[in-house]
């Protein structure tokens, strides 16, 4: 039941993922072209600036300066009262007051605008988000899925209760042979199951064996995929978003260097985010790996002592029968070998 239950799990991840990838492509998230607050005060505390709060009703022509709006606060900088306000971007304003404004932020004063404030709300740019990454954050998003469910749900069917329990290698180490009171919740208990009581091959018990150590492995391949394809789709936004930053760029005359840096930040983000995804995808991978081969070769020395328990032709002179009866069962013949 709990293999049937992860099969139809990978099953539907993939139709969810390639579903919503298909959908989401035809509305991408609108970049955010607004300028956080918060950053203009950082930028005046690097310039040595340290504004003052000031009561906004001791300057009411400040604070009723833009009808509709309130001030975010108002401030004394260098003896000089200033307003600072945050407008829609397609805010259309025409002020008897001075003012300097950046994207959403505007600066109102009575008196003239330190140069110094005037630099430090000009040199502000819109924060980088997820945003920008235009059209390859589904990719990229479906990366992250597919990282995230694989690599959870790996851990949790590895786990070692059901691949190769505690009880079984108690019993290959004590050379016990296993008796009919084990269940098939585990790769190893069905090994011994069709061992004992399908009377398999050797081939046919190394045969399934494998296809054991097969399911285990499922969907560790789309890992790799990740670790391969994130840097990959990086890489391609990167190049994109460098074409667009030179298709921008003037024919002749001064270059714009604001828009420069900021179109070369947002191509890099790609990269990135897609190195970002990579990397602990290659950590876990790397583990689940190691644990793989760990409970593969487990499975491995659990067919070889059944094979050699079960073999008629040639049984080790080591190899003893016994007998025990339990209370209300039928006798169960054992095998069991010195440890």
Known sequence: MFREWVGE??????????????????????????????AFFEELNQAGIDPQNLD??????LTNAIKGYYPLGVYVIKGIELALFDLPLDYNVTFDLNYISNKNLYLLSQQ?????????????????????????????GACLLISIFITLERLFSLRRGVTFPRKVEKALLSGEFPNKKWKQGSAAERIVHVAIHEKASEDTLR?????????????????????????LIGLL?????????????????T??????????????LTTMV?????????????????????????????TARLIEATD?????????????????????DWMSSPS
């Open 255 to 268: 270059v714009d260097k604001s828009l420069f840096s900021q179109g070369i930040s947002l191509a890099l």
């Open 274 to 302: 897609g190195l970002a995804i990579a990397l602990p995808t290659l950590l876990f991978n790397s583990y689940l790996q190691r644990v793989l081969d760990k409970r593969a070769s487990a499975l491995e020395w659990l």
């Open 56 to 61: 906004p009703e001791s300057s009411l022509t």
């Open 312 to 332: 008629k032709k040639g049984i080790p002179p080591e190899v003893i029968r016994c007998a025990f009866v339990l209370p209300g069962e039928e006798v169960l």
């Open 112 to 140: 003239p605008i330190p140069s110094e404030v005037t630099q430090a709300l000009n040199s502000l740019s819109p924060s980088l988000g997820y945003e920008q990454l235009g059209i390859f954050v589904y990719p990229l």
């Open 207 to 231: 045969a399934y064996a494998k296809l054991e150590v097969s399911a285990m492995e499922r969907g560790m391949f789309l890992l790799e995929v990740v670790v391969a394809g994130a840097p």
């Open 237 to 253: 936004g990167t190049v994109t978003g460098l074409v667009e930053v030179f298709s921008q760029m003037p024919a002749g005359g």
């Open 9 to 38: 799990t990978n099953r539907f991840l993939a139709v969810f993922i390639v579903t919503g990838t298909l959908f989401l492509s035809g509305c991408l998230p609108e970049k955010s072209e607004s300028i956080e607050p918060k």
